[in-house]
């Protein structure tokens, strides 16, 4: 798994977890694989906009597709941090669904929400333009070259320069 059981306790407490999940540590794993389901798959929705949106040939070049196997087999320190809290927030989110103890439930949705959202961006679903790219992950070399780079030189973008509209004080 690309987190542990340990590793919730940065959001939940011991005794919030004994209460929901009491010995039952099956309940547990079964949150912390949905949410890495999840989180996967927004990184493959990710690769799957690449193929499927209207890009032009400077963007379709600079994409990133995500090697989603290699990056949710890395353990350790080899983890991409963000990735981790992410899938620790699911997880929080999935473990408090299942009971009603003192935690307050508007905290831990409005984490899950966190979240998605910043899985959406990742994916590219909330416009292309905002799309945040991970950092320190797999990727795939679509050129496969190996050499990592874009298949294609892409071009600057043209200088651009606008005046602001003339000021009246009326």
């Known amino acids: 798994m690309y987190i542990n059981q340990n590793e919730i306790k940065s959001l939940l407490y011991d005794y919030q977890l004994s209460a929901i999940a009491g010995d039952d540590t099956t309940l547990i794993e079964s949150a912390i694989a949905s949410a890495e389901s999840e989180v996967a798959s927004y990184l493959i929705a990710s690769n799957n906009l690449r193929h499927t949106a209207h890009l032009s040939a400077q963007q379709y070049a600079n994409w990133h597709e995500y090697d989603v196997d290699t990056i949710f087999a890395q353990t350790g320190d080899d983890r991409n941090p963000l990735l981790v809290r992410l899938v620790q927030e699911i997880t929080t989110y999935n473990i408090c669904t299942l009971a009603n ?70």
């Not at 998605?116 to 990742?122: A, F, G, K, P």
């Not at 990592?148 to 000021?167: E, H, L, S, Y």
Request: glycine share 8%; charged share 35%; net charge negative.
């Open 101 to 170: 103890v003192d935690i307050l439930y508007d905290k831990v949705k409005d984490l899950h929400d966190h979240a998605i959202d910043t899985l959406e961006r990742i994916a590219g679903m909330k416009g292309i333009d905002k799309r945040i790219l991970l950092t320190g992950v797999a990727t795939i070399d679509d050129n496969l070259d190996g050499d990592g780079d874009a298949a294609t030189q892409t071009a600057q973008p043209p200088f651009r320069m606008v005046c602001r509209k003339k000021f009246n004080h009326e």
